[in-house]
């Protein structure tokens, strides 16, 4: 499973979700199963684990355990599911690990790397219609601005955006390596890389809706939790990690915050720790696609 993917905070994160070795819990990220291996190493043979993820390649990573159910799924629908499993009294944890995939980087033809001239998809669900193509040659100049500006935080969003428009009048962008090349003028020295994957995230984020899946999975997460389940999420940049600080500390991705009557803040949600856990360096120094992950963990009230 570690050539499928790496898996980050690995311990730090199961050691935070586990709080009962009999209990039920949910790994929204499925990937390599690098996190649902380690769930299930900890439970007793009571215990179980449902595990999600939209993409196919993931699925051939099953493990061979009674105790794991394995769902295709985007994790928007966990409450969905969740009741459909049965455990309408709640489980006891959620864990999503909200990085793409190394072998999602790693194979060419997917799409979500500029180190490979290959074609622009990069859907995590292969069956969705909608490809990094399609917002490339179709959206309009205003609406590539917004998506770089909003999901890359790109500099230049308007000048990249109008770029990429004057490319596509002359020829459909097909490729990354037209993609990059209609842009290259735009690229700063000495940091094209850097510059190249917050276009890159950008795209991705909008083909796959991941900022829209993510609000409906906070929810649902919540939704799906007993009293007393833990909510563990690592996020990989800041506007992901705004999304989940704000969930947890207000109940809403905006961060804005509602009380009753009594003036207790209107969230299912307490924060466990109020800073972000960190990889070591050693962790980091193993695993560079660890370098900006942050892992928050909260509980929901109520009586256990």
Known sequence: MSEYHTSVLLDESVTALVQNVDGVYADATFGGGGHTAEILSRLSPKGRVLAFDRDSDALANNIDDQRLTLIRSDFRWIHNHVLHQGYNEGIDGVLADLGVSSHQFDTAERGFSFRYDAPLDMRMNTQAEIKAE????????EDLERIL??????????RIAQMICSARDQERIVT???????????????????????????????????????????????ASLRPGGRLVVITYHSLEDRMVKNFI???????VVEKDFFGKINSPLKAVNKKPILPQESE?????????????????????
């Open 134 to 141: 399609d917002i490339v040659n179709g959206y309009s100049p």
């Open 149 to 158: 500006r909003l999901y890359g935080e790109v500099d230049s969003s308007r």
């Open 176 to 222: 990354t390596a037209q993609l990059d090349k209609a842009i290259e003028k735009a690229l700063p020295k000495f940091a094209e890389h850097k510059f190249l994957a917050k276009v890159y995230q950008a795209l991705r984020i909008e083909v796959n809706q991941e900022m829209k899946s993510l609000e409906k999975f906070l929810s649902g997460a919540a």
């Open 249 to 255: 500390k207000t109940g809403n991705i905006d961060g």
């Open 284 to 304: 980091i120094a193993s695993n560079t696609r660890a370098r900006s992950a942050k892992l928050r963990i909260a509980e929901k009230g109520g009586e256990k």
